[in-house]
């Protein structure tokens, strides 16, 4: 037996209009992230994808992609789990660019130890975080799962399945995923085996 895991990002924030630092800013989608998310759902009803249970962040613009995609593909409602909430940025969340780096300047090197801007998450707590997100998934052993969430998250859950710890300052492996951009992941919990399916980065904002 094999599982089918999806890992998607939502599609695009408010908060990317902004020109803000998002983290746990709770931004909703706008009206073109709604237009990408049926892009999205429509080319996967087009191919006949159906997952058996969606697991969404409760953040909105997450929730939100995942209901679309529910409603779309005929799914029950998303279930929520604030482990597949994207980084906790601390105070930088919801400052411009330029305010966040005036208040809060990067370092030249942060360890992965570091918590981001002196009290939001280091890379080792995110990485822990979504490997036990994961871990939950893989154990309900559903045939096919949608997971949706960040890009942050998602990356330190792709981070776990290939055997790659973090490296601070964001070194080392990264995936793409921009604006509804998914992951999808075959695991055969007999073998301990990750195969990767398919990988399509997504679409840019405009």
Not at 24 to 35: A, K, M, Q
Not at 102 to 112: D, E, K, Q, S
Not at 131 to 139: G, H, K, M, P
């Amino acid at each position: 037996m094999s599982i089918s895991i999806t890992l998607l990002r939502h599609g695009r924030s408010r908060a990317d209009d902004e020109g803000v630092y998002e983290g746990r800013y709770d931004s909703p989608l706008t009206e073109h992230g709604r237009l990408q998310v049926r892009l999205r759902c429509n080319g996967w009803r087009s191919d006949g994808i159906h997952f058996n249970r969606i697991v969404a962040s409760p953040l909105l613009r997450a929730r939100e992609t995942a209901e679309i995609i529910a409603f779309g593909l005929g799914c029950d409602a998303p279930e929520l789990d604030p482990d597949w909430m994207e980084v906790d940025t601390g105070p930088l969340a919801g400052l411009s660019f330029a305010e966040g780096s005036r208040l809060y300047p990067r370092p030249a090197f942060r360890n992965p130890y570091e918590q981001i801007a002196g009290s939001g998450e280091s890379e080792w707590e995110l990485y822990t975080r979504a490997a036990r997100a994961l871990e939950r998934v893989v154990r309900r052993g559903e045939e096919r799962v949608l997971v949706v969430a960040h890009a942050g998250i998602l990356n330190a859950a792709m981070r776990g399945v290939v055997g790659a710890v973090p490296g601070g300052s964001g070194q080392g492996f990264h995936c793409a995923f921009l604006d509804t951009g998914y992951a999808q992941l075959a695991y055969l919990p007999a073998k301990h085996v990750w195969e990767l399916l398919e990988f399509n980065a997504g679409l840019h904002g405009n």
